[in-house]
């Protein structure tokens, strides 16, 4: 069965109060929108679709050297709506998965998890143990443990708002089923929008069984909504490089002061690296004792 990616993007980021579009910001020398891009790349789909908005000319400007459709969300209406947008080129016999723009670190393996439970025809829906559940959709479950619904923090009770397990709004899904559930989505909530988490209930009620894959960790599923969440992603992406470069031989003198803004070509043997060094651009790493390799 083929796969579709669609990456939601559209959204304005107020809270980052800057003029540049959120997907914009970086991790890294990456915007968010394209680390998310290049983990769908790395899974081989048929096509990849970005619903954008806020600040498209500029987004489009920036990433047009991205293998994509881009599709505008002019009026933004819920995630529902954004992926109504493109509901009448979704392959029938396809997977659907669903990304999100601002979410810059969910690794390849749970994304391939999540895409391994849609082979018997169920919807896959990522999902987040949390401390402190503020501002996520909760998953509401039966006794038994299957999942019910969700529902938006906005329409929760007391009692569903002390639910741990989040919504990460990633999910995995088959084509023609999205269509036809697209087609049932309402606004009657308190946003007034069209919510993609909807079609979890949709789905309950066509008797389409809905599997859960955990996220390993929150930052892995933690969207950018404002500049402290940034910063902090900024350090969770350097910290894994530093530890990836450590097994591989390399001795960092503090990992925490330590930057990598470029690609990693190649390595060396015995390679040390001193405190507060930034790595930028195309880097070719040299030990002792390594030779000197051309610069391309």
Not at 1 to 7: D, F, P, R, W, Y
Not at 86 to 110: N, W
Not at 177 to 184: M, Y
């Amino acid at each position: 069965m083929s796969l579709e990616i669609i990456i939601l993007a559209a959204g304005q980021g107020t809270r980052m109060k800057s003029d540049l579009p959120k997907v914009l910001h970086s991790i890294g020398h990456l915007p968010l929108l394209e680390h998310v891009h290049r983990l769908g790349k790395t899974l081989l789909p048929e096509k990849i679709s970005i619903i954008y908005g806020h600040g498209g000319d500029q987004v489009l400007s920036r990433l047009a050297h991205l293998d994509a459709t881009w599709v505008e969300q002019k009026e933004r209406l819920g995630t529902g709506h954004a992926v109504m947008q493109l509901a009448d080129d979704i392959g029938e016999h396809s997977t659907v998965l669903i990304l999100y723009g601002d979410v810059p670190l969910l690794k390849h393996e749970t994304v391939k998890e999540l895409l391994a439970t849609t082979r018997d025809g169920s919807l896959g829906l990522l999902t987040v143990q949390l401390d402190d559940p503020h501002g996520y959709g909760r998953i509401i479950r039966d006794g038994a443990g299957k999942v019910l619904s969700i529902v938006e923090e906005k329409d929760a009770t007391t009692e569903e708002r002390a639910i741990k397990e989040g919504n990460t709004g990633i999910l995995a899904v088959n084509g023609g089923q999205l269509q036809d559930w697209l087609l049932r989505l309402t606004n009657d909530n308190a946003q007034g929008e069209y919510y993609l988490t909807d079609v979890i209930g949709l789905a309950v009620n066509d008797g389409i069984s809905v599997k859960t894959v955990h996220a390993g960790s929150v930052d892995e599923v933690l969207g950018v909504n404002n500049r402290q969440q940034l910063a902090h992603l900024e350090r969770v992406y350097q910290l894994a490089w530093a530890d990836k470069l450590m097994l591989l031989g390399v001795t960092l003198r503090d990992p925490a002061r330590f930057d990598v803004r470029g690609e990693i070509e190649s390595l060396g043997q015995d390679v040390e690296i001193d405190v507060n060094v930034v790595l930028e651009g195309r880097i070719r790493l040299l030990g002792i004792g390594s030779e000197s390799v051309p610069t391309p």
